[in-house]
């Protein structure tokens, strides 16, 4: 069990799980459909929608600015003339293409052109979790119009919807969207999740005074040197875990990095406060076809970027197997052990007397409450400290583990993907929960 509680019960991730592969072998496979025109445009929540009449359907459908990707001359030429209520429509034709890298064969290639001829099927759908390194895509729309005329996207104007990006629009950094084109009814996650900034400690879970805390006394233009800098220079080997703004090739510190804290001499803008300054990156909650809501990035993405902390309710081991054991009954867990340090020999046996605590991400939490789990994932968790005797409460942050494609879905591993799976499909326990990540070497379950 990736909880590593003292018995199997409850399925919670483990934040020693950071490993990631890449994709092998794909095909690939296009189609064209044609913008009408452009016919309106409104503003909802301060972001733009157009309404896109298609060629060879009746009905016109409203997409967001960020679904839009590829169409700045058919844009521009709409902006230049909607001054001119009599140039509103616009005459050119311009066709859309889409290339998509769909890993598989051709028996895999043929159900997915039959079933977007029809309209039954949607890109989304049939390459969930498919794009992969190196893929290109020149324009980002999920649906066949066929399917999304069904559709009518107006998400955006549902009260709930609306509800729900309120609460992103709160939050700090580059603006974080909503958007729902699957038909299934769900406007938004639930409305009474609370999103929080910094993990919230229960009672039971220690305080340590910040008098105890010691920075470095590097420049105030930031730390360049490991040997000397009080956070890092005690690591083997002495190295930042940044380069750049991302982690740096070839970093290994058993997915552990230290960081500046308020104590230190330097600035909010030195190289080694990555985390500290907080998301830097735009991101979209989606809803996938099979796995509820999931988080994407509208824009590729190098390896190491820091995409966000995994957030919630810090709870002592007691309470985390009760609500493990809860979890069980709903099928749906958002528990992470904080047991990175536990697994290390040298400090093993002291934190085992401890006790460890477990991250509740459940009723309150980070936009990475909605980032699901993949066998072949493309995100890395790593234990984020500023305080180096601090191993029981941490930080966890999310951080890319390769290259990842614009719209590409961002996911990690719930399971320690340290630990390979002795256990073949087949002989999978049914009390598993199924996993549905369709990666090429997915287990078939997600928890050991």
């Known amino acids: ?10 399925k919670k991730i483990s934040s020693s799980a950071a490993t990631t592969r890449s994709k092998e072998l794909c095909f690939n496979i296009e189609r064209e459909f044609e913008v009408v025109r452009v016919v309106s445009e409104k503003t909802c929540k301060s972001q733009v929608y157009y309404e896109i009449e298609w060629k060879g359907y009746d009905t016109t459908t409203w997409e967001p600015r960020i679904n839009l990707t590829g169409c700045d001359k058919i844009l521009r030429e709409w902006r230049t003339h909607s001054k001119n209520p009599q140039e509103r429509i616009l005459s050119g034709k311009k066709n859309l293409k889409r290339s998509l890298s769909i890993p598989g064969v051709q028996k895999a290639l043929k159900k997915i052109k039959a079933e977007l001829d029809d309209g039954r099927g949607s890109i989304e759908s049939l390459t969930e979790g498919a794009i992969t390194k190196g893929d290109r895509v020149e324009i980002i729309q999920n649906r ?4 999304r005329n069904s559709i009518q996207l107006s998400t955006p104007d549902h009260p709930d919807t609306v509800k729900f990006q309120e609460k992103l629009d709160q939050l700090p950094g580059p603006r974080v969207t909503l958007v729902n084109t699957t038909g299934d009814g769900e406007h938004s996650p639930p409305l009474d999740f609370e999103l929080i900034r910094e993990l919230r400690l229960s009672e039971d879970v220690p305080v340590k005074d910040s008098d105890f805390l010691f920075g470095c006394s590097c420049p105030a233009s930031g730390c360049t040197d490991p040997t000397v800098c009080d956070c890092v220079k005690d690591l083997i080997p002495q190295q ?15 997915n552990v990095v230290y960081e500046c804290n308020p104590k230190c001499s330097c600035t909010i803008e030195c190289g080694n ?17 099979n796995k509820g809501w999931g988080l994407r990035c509208p824009v590729a993405l190098p390896r190491g970027t820091f ?18 054991e809860l979890a069980d009954t709903k099928g749906v867990s958002y528990l992470f ?18 006790g460890k605590f477990t991250i509740d991400g459940e009723a309150c939490g980070s936009i990475a409450r909605f980032i699901n789990h993949s066998c072949d994932p493309n995100l890395q968790t790593y234990a984020v400290l500023n305080d180096p005797s601090e191993r029981r409460v941490y930080n966890l942050g999310l951080f890319t583990g390769r290259k990842v ?16 799976s002795t256990t073949d499909k087949e002989d999978a326990d049914p009390s598993r929960w199924t996993c549905k990540c369709g990666a090429k070497n997915c287990r078939g379950y997600i928890w050991h």
């Open 273 to 289: 406060r990555v985390v500290e300054r907080g998301r830097q990156v735009e991101l979209q909650i989606f809803r996938t076809q």
């Open 405 to 420: 494609s614009a719209y590409e879905e961002l996911t990690f591993s719930y399971a320690d993907a340290d630990k390979p």
């Open 240 to 254: 930042f875990a940044y380069k750049n703004g991302v982690i740096r090739t070839g970093f290994d510190n058993q």
């Open 337 to 354: 052990d904080l047991d990175k340090f536990a697994e290390m020999p040298e400090y093993h046996h002291q934190l085992q007397a401890e």
């Open 144 to 147: 066949t119009p066929a399917r």
């Open 307 to 324: 995409i966000d902390l995994y957030l919630g309710e810090v709870i002592g081991d007691e309470e985390a197997i009760r609500r493990a």
């Open 1 to 10: 069990m990736a909880g590593n509680k003292s018995k199997p019960i409850g």
